[in-house]
């Protein structure tokens, strides 16, 4: 089965130009692949460069070296190479990202910002959906209609989960989706994360929870591995 992400000699140093040029090398020449219905955790001390990782594949940071492919339409996208509508189709159909904090717009009502990339897709239940995820991560009825600015830590990472499963993207990256959460929620999106892998998304994840790691991850990835001079 192909590799749904295909990552090769992937390096990353940045260049902190506002200090003198100092260079931090986070990792070099880095392997991965990831297939459907498969569950990857990055894994590793703080600082390791996981974070850089799960970015890199998204196309927020880009390389020093190396090649992000991922599948997008039946072909591989070089997500290194591509230009920026290409990577603005790939995020808008093909690969979904929970970041650990909501990105918050002013004044858009929870139901919205959740609706949002199932609308963009052209989904016509796309409203419905996002009815039917802001209830499954049990975010009160009362504040779908309101931004999600004043809302609690734990209920903005449960917006941010709602509006990263809307779509069934065949690839998805997610950044601490548990953190803020309780136990009760926390097995919700464990549950969407075992429903997305069913339905053979490849998932990438950095998941500190014992626990949720347990549940979801097929695998465990040691990002510091790939340290300059690592052992
Ligand atoms: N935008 C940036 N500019 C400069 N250095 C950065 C930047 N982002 C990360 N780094 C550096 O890269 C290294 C890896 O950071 P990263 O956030 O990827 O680690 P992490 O494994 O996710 O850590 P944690 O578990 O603490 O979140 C760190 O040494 C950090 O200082």
Redesign the pocket.
């Given at each position: 089965m192909t590799a749904l992400i295909a990552v090769s000699g992937l390096s990353k140093e940045?260049v902190?130009h506002t200090q003198g040029g100092a260079r931090?090398a986070?990792f070099e020449g880095l392997d991965l692949e990831v297939r459907g219905g498969e569950c990857v955790c990055l894994h590793?001390?703080?600082?390791?460069?996981?974070?850089?990782?799960l970015r890199a594949l998204y196309a927020n940071y880009k390389p020093s070296a190396g090649h992000v492919r991922v599948l997008h339409d039946g072909r591989h996208v070089d997500l290194t190479r591509a230009e920026p509508r290409e990577i603005v189709e790939v995020r808008r159909r093909s690969v979904g990202y929970v970041s650990q904090f909501l990105r918050v717009i002013p004044r858009v009502p929870a139901l919205d910002v959740v609706a949002e990339p199932a609308r963009t897709a052209g989904l016509p239940d796309a409203e419905a959906r996002a009815r039917a995820l802001l209830a499954r991560l049990n975010i009160p009825e009362r504040l779908w209609s309101l931004a999600p600015a004043t809302f609690s830590g734990g209920e903005q990472q449960r917006v941010n989960v709602a509006r990263g499963f809307v779509l069934d993207y065949p690839i998805l990256l997610l950044d601490e989706p548990t953190a803020s959460l309780d136990a009760a929620n926390r097995q919700v999106v464990v549950e969407l994360i075992l429903q997305a892998k069913a339905r053979g998304a490849a998932v990438v994840g950095?998941f500190h929870d014992e626990q949720v790691r347990g549940q979801v991850a097929d695998r465990l990835f040691e990002?510091a591995s790939f340290r300059r001079n690592a052992a």
């Open positions: 940045f902190l931090i986070v590793g001390p703080s600082g390791a460069g996981k974070s850089t990782l950095i990002v």
